[in-house]
C-alpha cells in the first residue's frame, strides 16, 4: 500500500486525523505511474480509485452528490469522455464523480419524424433516473436570476435559508436570461403545454405548469377501438403502452393512416403522439402489427416483456387515473392573519377575530359561504357538524374550485399556543396567503414550521378601508419549488384593490401549488404512485398474449377503401403535432455572412434546446432544465434568413432568435424551412446593399414601425428590388425592435454603409404584419369594434350612423367604376388562417389538418378624404364624393338627423355585425363542393354586408336625412329602398334561406353515404355468406365422394 502508514518509506508519528479533504490529499504519497493514454473508446467507467492495489478499478457508483444530482436527468446512454478528462477535471483529482461535458446539440428522441402532442412528451427521455435521486433537477434550475443590487429583503419579507424570494422585477426566465412578461395573445412558456391543438389565451393571467396533455388518452382513446400493453421491462421498469390507427379521408378518395401512440415509464412524463404510415416501413393494407409498430417507436423497449391488456373495464379506468392525476381542478388554499407589530407563526395562528383590513381583503378574495350542507369542494372542512367552523371562504376562477383555509374562520382553542385545529388544516396547504396590515413586521418563512407549505404569497395593505386602497405582493418559494408567474411588477405593486387584482392573486395561487408539485418532495410521491398503477397494471391486468401474437390494428371499413396513392417526399412534414430537431438557439439575429460583424447580438450566449414546430406552437425546450425557453404562435412567424447550418427567425413585431443546427449542410436547416412554410405565412428575407446617390440620400422613406412609405424611381434601392410595403427586419446587422425608430433613422441617415434585411410584401403589396400585431391594433382603435373612444373631460360626441339611402347608394354603386378622389379608403386587416383561399405555400395540404381560426374574420375600418373647401350643397345633379363628405360634416345635417341616429345605430349594427358572423359560418360550413351559384350568392351577400359595415364604422360624419331638400337625390337605376332595417331584413331572410338549403343538401349527402356504407356492408356480407356457402359444398363434395362441381 501507498499509504504513510507503518513500512512506508515516511515512517513515523501518525498524523492528527482532521476532517479536511485538502490536507488529507496532502498527506498522502504521490501516485504510482498511471497507464498510458490511449485515444480509443471505451466503455464508461467509475472514478479510479486512490488505492495503488485498486488502481483500474471500478469503484461501486458513489451516494449522489449535489453535482451529480444536478445532472441526474442526463442520458446515461452518453458516450464516455476521453481518459484525459478524467485527469483534465478537478474533481476527478479529488476522487469525485467528473462532470460529464454538456453535448454540442440535444439528442432526438426516436423515431425521427414522431409527431409530438405535448411538452411533455418532447422532454420524454429512455434513460432511467437512477433510484434514491429523488430530485427534480428542473425545479432549481427554473429559478430567476435576480438583477444586480437586488436584496432578497423588504419590508414585506425577509430572506431565509432553502426559500427564494421574489420582490418584483424578475420578469419571466426565457431564452438567455430573463425577458419581459408576454401580453395577450402571447403565452407565458410555462403555460405552454399542448402543441397538437390550439391553446389561446383567453384572460389577462395564464395558468403554469399544467399538464395539460393528460387528456390525451380520454380524448384519443377512451371509448374507441385501441390496444394497450402492459409489462415489466429491465431498465425501464413497468411499462403501459397504448397504440390506435387512425384514418381519414385524402383529397384524392383514399384513406390516410396514422398511428397514435402513448409510452408510460415510472417517469412523470409521457410519451404522447402520432406517426405517420407515410414515415414507417411499407406494410400490408391493415397496417402493421404492434410489434413492427414498437420496433420502430419505441426502439428501447424490450418488446418481449409486453402482454395485451386484459378487456376487463378496470384497465382503461386505471389509465385514466393514471394520466390525469396532475390534474385537479380543486384547489385549497391557506390564509394567515398578521396584525400590526406581529411576524411570528404563533401571534398569526392566535388571532381570533379579522379586523377591517383583512375582512375588506376577504371580500374582495371570495365569498363567505356556510359551511353545514355546503355541497361544492370542502377542501376536508367539516359540512355536516360545524366541528372545522361554521363559515368558509370559497370562489371559483378559470374553471378552478378554490376553498380556503382562513386562520379566524377555524376553530379557536384557548390557552393553546399552537392552535393546532387551525394548523392541521394551513399547515397542509401547500400555498399560504400571509395577510399582513401596515405596521407588521416583515414576515420570514423559516418561522413557519411544516414539511407541506412552499409557497408563501405575503401581501400587506396599503390605506385600508379607504376608497384608495392598494396591495403590495411579496414571494417566497422553496428552492426546488420552480418560479411561476403571473411576474410582479418592480416593487411589488401597488395594486388596487379591485377586480385584476383578485385575478392577478387568484392566479399566482394555482399557478403556485402547480409549481411547487415539481419540487423533490411531491416530485418522488407521485414517481411511487405512478409506480404502484403501473406495476398493478403489469401484473393483475394482462393477458397470455404476447407482443409477437397480437393481431394487427383492424379496422371493418378497410376492405372496401384503397389506400391512398403514396405521397411525394417531405409528407412526414404535415404532420399536426411538433416534430422535433436539435439545435442551439440565442436570442437575436446572427449577423448574416460578407455583412459586418460586431454587432451586440452576436456575442449571445448559445443554449442546446430542442426545436418543436407544430400546426400551431413553435417552441423551444431546454432538455437539461426541462422547461420551455421561448414560444411563439405559428401565425406570428414573419420570415426566416437561413445558410447551411444557421437560420434567423423572425416573429411578433420583428424579433428574432438564431438557431444552429447540425447534420449534413442544409439538410436540418432545410427541413425546418419547408416546415414553417406549410405552418405559417412567413416567407425567407432579402438582404440588401443599399448604396448612397450623389447626395448621400437612400431613396426610400421607411415609417416608425420600418414599413417602406415610398421608394424613388431610378434609384438604387428601386433597382436592388425594394419596394412600397416591404418591412426593414435588420439594419446594419442589429433588430429594429433592439435599435428603437430614433436610432435606425440615426443609423440610416449616418451609416457609410447600409446594409438591411427585408420582409418583402404579400402577394396583394401590403405589409406583412404578425397575428399578434393585428390583435393590438385591434384594441388600440376603437372604430374597428364599432365603439367611439371616449375623450377624458370632454364631452362624447354621439356618432350619427348613415341614413338608408346613402348605404344603398354605397352597397349599389358599381364596382367596376373608377373611384372618386373623395370616396372611402378601405384598410383590410386580414387575421392568419381565415377561411378565405390561402397561398400554396403557406397552407397545409388537403391531407394536413385544418389550422383552427379563433379569431374574428376581418376587422375593418374606413377613413375618408377631407371635403374640398368651396363645395356647395344646394345642387340639383348627384354631387361628387367630395360634396358628399362636406355635407356629411356640414352643421345642418347634423340638426336632420335628430335623435333618430343612435336608435339607429343601436338597432342595426349589431344585425350587421350578426350577419357577417352568419356569413363567415356559412363560408366556412359551405366547403369546395358549393353549388357555384349558391356560392356565388353568397359572395354577393357578403361584399354587400362589408359595404354596409364600411359605412356604419365612418364617426363623427351624420349626413342629411333622405327627405332633406339640400341632401343628394336618388339615382333612377337605383331600387325603391324602404329603410335600413327592411334592407337588413331582407338580407337576413335570404342567408336563412341559403343556411336552409345548405343544410338539406348536407342532409342529402349524409343520407348517400349512409346509403352507400350500407350497400356496401350488404356487399361484403353477401360475398363473405358466398365464400361462406362454396366452402360447405367442396366440404360436401369431398365427404360425398363425388366430382368436385364448376362453382365458376
Known amino acids: 500500500m501507498w499509504a504513510g502508514g507503518v513500512g512506508s518509506p515516511r515512517r513515523g508519528m501518525a498524523p492528527a486525523p482532521t476532517d479536511d479533504l485538502f490536507a488529507r490529499k496532502l498527506r498522502q504519497p504521490a501516485r504510482p505511474p498511471l497507464t498510458p493514454l490511449t485515444f480509443e473508446p471505451r466503455p464508461a467507467r467509475g472514478p479510479l480509485l486512490r488505492s495503488g492495489s485498486d488502481a483500474g478499478e471500478v469503484r461501486p457508483p458513489t451516494p449522489a452528490s449535489p453535482r451529480a444530482r444536478a445532472h441526474s436527468h442526463e442520458d446515461a446512454s452518453r458516450p464516455a469522455a476521453t481518459p484525459t478528462r478524467l485527469f483534465t477535471d478537478p474533481l476527478a483529482l479529488l476522487g469525485l464523480p467528473a462532470e460529464e461535458p454538456e453535448p454540442t446539440f440535444p439528442p432526438v428522441l426516436e423515431p425521427r419524424w414522431f409527431a409530438h402532442y405535448d411538452v411533455q412528451s418532447l422532454l420524454f427521455d429512455w434513460a432511467p433516473r437512477p433510484r434514491g435521486t429523488g430530485s427534480h433537477t428542473e425545479a432549481s434550475s427554473a429559478t430567476l436570476a435576480l438583477p444586480e443590487n437586488q436584496t432578497t429583503t423588504s419590508d414585506l419579507l425577509l430572506g431565509a435559508p432553502g426559500f427564494v424570494s421574489e420582490l418584483g422585477g424578475e420578469g419571466e426566465l426565457g431564452l438567455g436570461g430573463p425577458v419581459s412578461p408576454p401580453v395577450p395573445p402571447a403565452l407565458p412558456n410555462a403555460a405552454v403545454s399542448v402543441l397538437e391543438e390550439p391553446q389561446t389565451r383567453t384572460t389577462a393571467y395564464s395558468l403554469e405548469h399544467a399538464d395539460l396533455g393528460a387528456g390525451y388518452y380520454r380524448k384519443y382513446f377512451y371509448g374507441k377501438e385501441h390496444q394497450n400493453f402492459f409489462g415489466l421491462d429491465e431498465a425501464l421498469g413497468p411499462v403501459a403502452v397504448s397504440l390506435r390507427r387512425e384514418e381519414k379521408e385524402g383529397s384524392g378518395g383514399g384513406t390516410l393512416h396514422s398511428y397514435r401512440v402513448i409510452v408510460r415509464t415510472t417517469q412523470l412524463r409521457t410519451l404522447r403522439g402520432t406517426i405517420s404510415e407515410d414515415a414507417l416501413p411499407p406494410g400490408p393494407p391493415r397496417g402493421l402489427s404492434p410489434k413492427k409498430l414498437l420496433e420502430h417507436v419505441a426502439p428501447r423497449l424490450s418488446p418481449a416483456c409486453l402482454r395485451l391488456g386484459s378487456a376487463s373495464p378496470k384497465v382503461p379506468r386505471t389509465l385514466l387515473t393514471l394520466d390525469e392525476q396532475v390534474l385537479s381542478f380543486q384547489r385549497k388554499v391557506g390564509i394567515l392573519y398578521c396584525r400590526a407589530g406581529q411576524g411570528s407563526e404563533e401571534e398569526m395562528y392566535n388571532n381570533q377575530e379579522a379586523g377591517a383590513a383583512f375582512t375588506q381583503f376577504l371580500t374582495l378574495l371570495g365569498d363567505v359561504v356556510r359551511l353545514k350542507g355546503f355541497e361544492s369542494y370542502r377542501a376536508q372542512l367539516d359540512t355536516k357538524t360545524d366541528s372545522t367552523g361554521t363559515h368558509s371562504l370559497y370562489t371559483t376562477y378559470q374553471d378552478h374550485e378554490i376553498m380556503f383555509h382562513v386562520s379566524t374562520m377555524l376553530p379557536y382553542t384557548p390557552n ?100 411547487a408539485g415539481h419540487a423533490r418532495q411531491f416530485h418522488a410521491m ?118 447551411e447550418h444557421q437560420l434567423d427567425l423572425y416573429h411578433g413585431r420583428g424579433e428574432a432568435i438564431t438557431l444552429r443546427l447540425d447534420g449534413a449542410p442544409g439538410q436540418a436547416v432545410g427541413e425546418v424551412v419547408a416546415r414553417l412554410q406549410l405552418v405559417s405565412r412567413g416567407c425567407e428575407t432579402r438582404e440588401l446593399a443599399l448604396p448612397r446617390d450623389g447626395q448621400g440620400r437612400l431613396g426610400f422613406e421607411v415609417d416608425a414601425e420600418g414599413f417602406v412609405t415610398h421608394v424613388e424611381r431610378f434609384t438604387f434601392a428601386e433597382t436592388t428590388g425594394l419596394r412600397p410595403g416591404a418591412r426593414l427586419l435588420r439594419v446594419c446587422g442589429q433588430t429594429l425592435p433592439k435599435l428603437g425608430p430614433e436610432a435606425a433613422a440615426q443609423m440610416l441617415r449616418s451609416a457609410p454603409k447600409v446594409c438591411v434585411t427585408v420582409l418583402p410584401p404579400d402577394e396583394s403589396g401590403r405589409p406583412r404584419r404578425s397575428f399578434s400585431e393585428l390583435y393590438m391594433l385591434s384594441l388600440k382603435e376603437p372604430s374597428r369594434r364599432g365603439n367611439p373612444e371616449p375623450v377624458q373631460d370632454e364631452p362624447v360626441e354621439v356618432v350619427m350612423p348613415l341614413p338608408a339611402k346613402q348605404l344603398l347608394r354605397f352597397c349599389l354603386k358599381d364596382s367596376a367604376s373608377p373611384p372618386g378622389p373623395g370616396d372611402l379608403t378601405e384598410e383590410r386587416t386580414e387575421f392568419l388562417h381565415s377561411h378565405n383561399s390561402l397561398s400554396p405555400r403557406s397552407s397545409l395540404s388537403d391531407e394536413a389538418p385544418v389550422l383552427h381560426n379563433t379569431t374574428p374574420d376581418l376587422l375593418l375600418v374606413t377613413t375618408a378624404n377631407p371635403a374640398a373647401p368651396g363645395t356647395g350643397t344646394g345642387r340639383e345633379t348627384p354631387p361628387a364624393p367630395d360634396q358628399d363628405q362636406d355635407q356629411v360634416g356640414s352643421p345642418s345635417s347634423r340638426e336632420d338627423t335628430g335623435d333618430s341616429a343612435p336608435e339607429l345605430r343601436a338597432s342595426i349594427l349589431p344585425r350587421t355585425l350578426s350577419l357577417r358572423n352568419s356569413i363567415s359560418k356559412i363560408m366556412s360550413e359551405a366547403g369546395s363542393d358549393t353549388l357555384e351559384d349558391e356560392w356565388q350568392s353568397i359572395s354577393e351577400i357578403a361584399s354587400t354586408c362589408n359595404i354596409i359595415l364600411e359605412s356604419l364604422s365612418r364617426e363623427g360624419q351624420p349626413i342629411p336625412e333622405s327627405g332633406d331638400p339640400k341632401g343628394p337625390p336618388k339615382c333612377d337605376s337605383e331600387p325603391e329602398a324602404g329603410s335600413l332595417s327592411e334592407k337588413v331584413s331582407h338580407l337576413e331572410s335570404m342567408l336563412r334561406k341559403l343556411q336552409e338549403d345548405l343544410q338539406r343538401e348536407k342532409a342529402d349527402r349524409a343520407a348517400l353515404e349512409e346509403e352507400v356504407r350500407s350497400l356496401r356492408h350488404n356487399n361484403q356480407r353477401l360475398l363473405a355468406e358466398s365464400e361462406s356457402a362454396a366452402t360447405r359444398l367442396l366440404l360436401a363434395s369431398k365427404q360425398l365422394g363425388s366430382p368436385t362441381p364448376d362453382l365458376a
Open 416 to 515: 393553546n399556543q399552537q392552535q393546532l385545529l387551525r394548523k392541521r388544516h394551513i399547515g397542509n396547504d401547500i400555498v399560504t396567503i400571509v395577510f399582513q396590515e401596515p405596521g407588521s413586521k416583515p414576515f420570514c418563512p423559516s418561522t413557519i414550521r411544516s414539511h407541506f407549505q412552499h409557497v408563501f404569497l405575503v401581501v400587506r395593505a396599503h390605506a385600508p378601508c379607504t376608497p384608495h386602497t392598494s396591495y403590495r405582493v411579496a414571494v417566497s418559494r422553496t428552492q426546488d419549488t420552480p418560479a411561476f408567474g403571473p411576474a410582479l411588477p418592480q416593487g411589488g405593486g401597488p395594486f388596487a384593490a379591485n377586480a385584476d387584482f383578485r385575478a392577478f392573486l387568484l392566479a399566482k395561487a394555482l399557478n403556485g401549488e402547480q409549481a
Open 526 to 643: 407521485a414517481t411511487r404512485t405512478r409506480q404502484q398503477y403501473l406495476q398493478d397494471l403489469a401484473t393483475n391486468e394482462v393477458t397470455t398474449t404476447s407482443l409477437d401474437s397480437a393481431s394487427r390494428f383492424g379496422l371493418p371499413s378497410l376492405g372496401g377503401r384503397r389506400r391512398a396513392s403514396p405521397r411525394g417526399p417531405g409528407a412526414e412534414l404535415q404532420a399536426a403535432g411538433a416534430l422535433m430537431w436539435g439545435v442551439r438557439a440565442a436570442p437575436g439575429a446572427r449577423v448574416a455572412a460578407g455583412a459586418e460583424a460586431g454587432g451586440p447580438e452576436s456575442a449571445a450566449a448559445e443554449v442546446p434546446c430542442l426545436l418543436g414546430i407544430s400546426a400551431e406552437t413553435l417552441v423551444l425546450v431546454a432538455p437539461r432544465e426541462g422547461r420551455v425557453v421561448f414560444n411563439c404562435a405559428c401565425r406570428d412567424v414573419l420570415a426566416w434568413t437561413f445558410s
